[in-house]
């Protein structure tokens, strides 16, 4: 069954040329022109892909993905003439997995979303027991499980809300504790190789990562950065 991309921009023009090149790679599309429509999509449960511009009538694409963020973990790529590093910014840290500047090719699209929704294997730090799909993380601040077979995170019985980029970068850093893994590495290993972006999605995401990982974010100790090196993973 093909993956079934959403897609949601008010030029009538750039979402039927979209569908009609989308569906030629083989993805199914469903077009809306407004945020409201879009989350009215009867099948919007069964979206695989948000593809979203920034720049709508009504609720805007930067509401659209928090509002996204607040119902699923499903991924979001921003497709958007707005090119100012704040915007881009801006739409990482309300939860966006990736961002696409408009003009673009379709294949460097179809490349971002092979990348987005292949989702490695997980390669296990620390098995418990027998268990070898648990990865446990034993730091300072108490156990934080990564579940490969689930693909979720916890800490305890607490479930810990993640998008599926996050999981892979958590799983990354988490597969080589205490080592530093710069920024080209992140992008080579989650974002996977051939991506054309700006390295700064990595520290957005780690930014987010840490909100959801750190008792204290703003004092990062599981989650490091390591100065002009990259990030580290500390469990001790």
Not at 12 to 27: P, Q
Not at 163 to 192: C, D, F, H, K, N
Request: glycine share 8%; aromatic share 6%.
């Amino acid at each position: 069954m093909p993956a079934r991309l959403l897609v949601l921009d008010d030029d009538d023009g750039i979402r039927a040329a979209l569908s009609m090149a989308l569906e030629d790679e083989g993805y199914g599309t469903s077009c809306h022109p407004s945020a409201e429509s879009a989350l009215a999509d009867p099948g919007f449960d069964r979206v695989d892909v948000f593809l979203v511009d920034l720049m709508l009538g009504g609720m805007d694409g930067f509401e659209f993905i928090r509002e996204l963020r607040r119902r699923t973990d499903v991924p979001v790529i921003v497709l958007s003439a707005k090119a100012d590093t704040h915007d881009i910014v801006a739409a990482l840290e309300a939860g966006a997995d990736d961002y696409v500047t408009k003009p673009f090719e379709i294949k460097e699209l179809s490349a971002r979303l092979r990348a987005l929704r292949r989702r490695p294997p997980v390669r296990p730090v620390e098995p418990v027991d027998d268990d070898p799909g648990v990865v446990v993380l034993d730091s300072a601040h108490g156990p934080l499980v990564l579940d490969g077979r689930a693909g979720v995170v916890r800490r305890g019985d607490d479930g810990v809300h993640v998008t599926v980029t996050e999981y892979r970068l958590l799983q990354e850093l988490a597969a080589s504790p205490g080592r530093v893994l710069s920024r080209e590495i992140l992008l080579e290993r989650v974002w996977e190789r051939g991506y054309f972006g700006d390295d700064r999605i990595v520290d957005v995401h780690v930014r987010r990562l840490r909100t959801k990982i750190e008792l204290d974010p703003s004092d990062p100790r599981l989650l490091v950065t390591v100065r002009g090196l990259g990030y580290r993973l500390d469990l001790a």
